[in-house]
């Protein structure tokens, strides 16, 4: 027997608990009336909205994505569509699914026009879907739409560069990682993403010395494996330098540690960059 439907009351006790900051309660009430009625009924959309977002805060974030994201394919109702958007946005600062939310709802979809404070968010992933099939131009053509004053703005240049790198083409590709370091608005992670980019540009064209300088100004949490991941990195071209300074190259080749090739910095290290 199909459940009553819950009526327009249900959703606006859930909106009471949402604005009190009582999301389990939010959560209830909002999923009855979503359970109970079927989409067109008024403030349907809403009600996955709001559900999706009681779910997030109340740390579900994989079944806060699956609400949102019904909002954002269906956008049956575009004053929504932003708002879940935003929501969105925030979920995929973390571990999400990225078949999901990536592939089957941002790069697959035509959202139309949106305000520039999500755009640049949709702009940036669809161009970055561009990048790894090979669509370089439209890639560039939907970065070039991202406002200069947008946190995305820097990243779409890293992107590119990374690009640039994996066609051989470095001159390009430090630019691009050199413009996307000095951007105001690039946060800590980007500028140590960079500086790790020019710092194994400048090992591979052996000039350990520079590197080296680049290396120092990364910035990790001690006794992380990140830090322990960068000494690595700094020992190997300390360890370079000094052969080359010294011209012991053929002396201490034959006694270089056996594990040289699989941790000594290299430019395969981009791959996990934007792929």
Same mark, same amino acid.
């Not at 608990?17 to 979503?34: G, I, L």
């Not at 051989?168 to 800590?188: G, Q």
């Not at 680049?214 to 949490?221: D, M």
């Given at each position: 027997?199909?459940?009553?439907?819950?009526?327009?009351?249900?959703?606006?006790?859930?909106?009471?608990?949402?604005?009190?900051?009582?999301?389990?309660?939010?959560?209830?009430?909002?999923?009855?009336?979503?359970?109970?009625?079927?989409?067109?009924?008024?403030?349907?959309?809403?009600?996955?909205?709001?559900?999706?977002?009681?779910?997030?805060?109340?740390?579900?974030?994989?079944?806060?994505?699956?609400?949102?994201?019904?909002?954002?394919?269906?956008?049956?109702?575009?004053?929504?569509?932003?708002?879940?958007?935003?929501?969105?946005?925030?979920?995929?600062?973390?571990?999400?699914?990225?078949?999901?939310?990536?592939?089957?709802?941002?790069?697959?979809?035509?959202?139309?026009?949106?305000?520039?404070?999500?755009?640049?968010?949709?702009?940036?992933?669809?161009?970055?879907?561009?990048?790894?099939?090979?669509?370089?131009?439209?890639?560039?053509?939907?970065?070039?739409?991202?406002?200069?004053?947008?946190?995305?703005?820097?990243?779409?240049?890293? #992107?590119? /560069?990374?690009?640039? @790198?994996?066609?051989?083409?470095?001159?390009?590709?430090? =630019?691009? !990682? +050199?413009?996307?370091? %000095?951007?105001?608005?690039?946060?800590?992670?980007?500028?140590?993403?960079?500086?790790?980019?020019?710092?194994?540009?400048?090992?591979?064209?052996?000039?350990?010395?520079?590197?080296?300088?680049?290396?120092?100004?990364?910035?990790?949490?001690?006794?992380?494996? #990140?830090? /322990?991941?960068?000494? @690595?990195?700094?020992?190997?071209?300390?360890?370079?330098? =000094?052969? !080359? +300074?010294?011209?012991? %190259?053929?002396?201490?080749?034959?006694?270089?540690?056996?594990?040289?090739?699989?941790?000594?910095?290299?430019?395969?290290?981009?791959?996990?960059?934007?792929?």
């Amino acid at each position: 027997m199909k459940p009553q439907a819950a009526p327009p009351e249900r959703f606006e006790e859930g909106l009471r608990a949402f604005y009190s900051d009582d999301f389990k309660n939010a959560a209830a009430r909002m999923y009855e009336y979503v359970a109970t009625n079927s989409a067109g009924v008024e403030n349907f959309e809403w009600a996955q909205y709001f559900l999706g977002v009681s779910l997030a805060r109340l740390g579900f974030g994989h079944s806060a994505s699956e609400y949102l994201y019904n909002v954002a394919k269906e956008r049956s109702a575009p004053e929504v569509l932003p708002e879940a958007l935003i929501e969105l946005e925030k979920l995929m600062q973390e571990p999400h699914d990225e078949r999901l939310l990536v592939d089957r709802l941002i790069t697959d979809s035509d959202f139309g026009f949106l305000p520039p404070y999500v755009s640049a968010f949709i702009r940036y992933h669809q161009g970055l879907a561009d990048l790894r099939a090979g669509r370089i131009a439209w890639a560039k053509l939907l970065f070039a739409k991202i406002p200069e004053d947008d946190p995305y703005h820097p990243m779409a240049k890293y #992107a590119l /560069a990374v690009e640039r @790198l994996k066609k051989k083409d470095d001159a390009s590709a430090v =630019r691009l !990682f +050199r413009e996307a370091l %000095a951007h105001r608005l690039a946060d800590r992670d980007l500028r140590n993403q960079c500086r790790l980019a020019l710092a194994r540009v400048l090992y591979e064209k052996s000039h350990y010395e520079d590197a080296l300088r680049i290396y120092a100004q990364v910035e990790v949490p001690e006794l992380s494996a #990140a830090e /322990a991941s960068l000494f @690595l990195e700094q020992a190997w071209t300390s360890y370079w330098l =000094r052969d !080359f +300074r010294r011209r012991w %190259a053929s002396s201490t080749r034959s006694k270089r540690p056996a594990t040289e090739t699989s941790t000594r910095p290299r430019s395969s290290c981009f791959d996990r960059s934007c792929t």
